[in-house]
């Protein structure tokens, strides 16, 4: 079994699904920055080399070889 680590301004959730069916379902504001984390877009404040900031100053990783790829494609979702 796979589990999801979700943290919230409201606190943390575990759930018990994979990451590829938890993005399926949770809609169109969240996209992957990483194999292993996705951001909703409603709550990503900055990008910098490397890292998304969040609105609660949580930096989540964005993989070096991937970063322009991830920073046009937030900025293309932000933007719409």
């Not at 938890?22 to 909703?40: D, I, P």
């Not at 609105?55 to 970063?67: E, L, N």
Request: net charge negative; proline share 4%.
């Amino acid at each position: 079994d796979k589990c999801c680590a979700i943290h919230t301004i409201n606190g943390d959730i575990e759930l018990r699904i994979k990451f590829s069916d938890f993005l399926e379902q949770a809609g169109e504001n969240f996209t992957a920055v990483h194999r292993s984390y996705a951001v909703n877009l409603n709550h990503v404040k900055e990008i910098k080399p490397y890292d998304v900031i969040m609105t609660d100053g949580s930096a989540v990783p964005i993989p070096m070889r991937k970063y322009a790829q991830i920073r046009d494609m937030l900025l293309e979702k932000y933007f719409e």
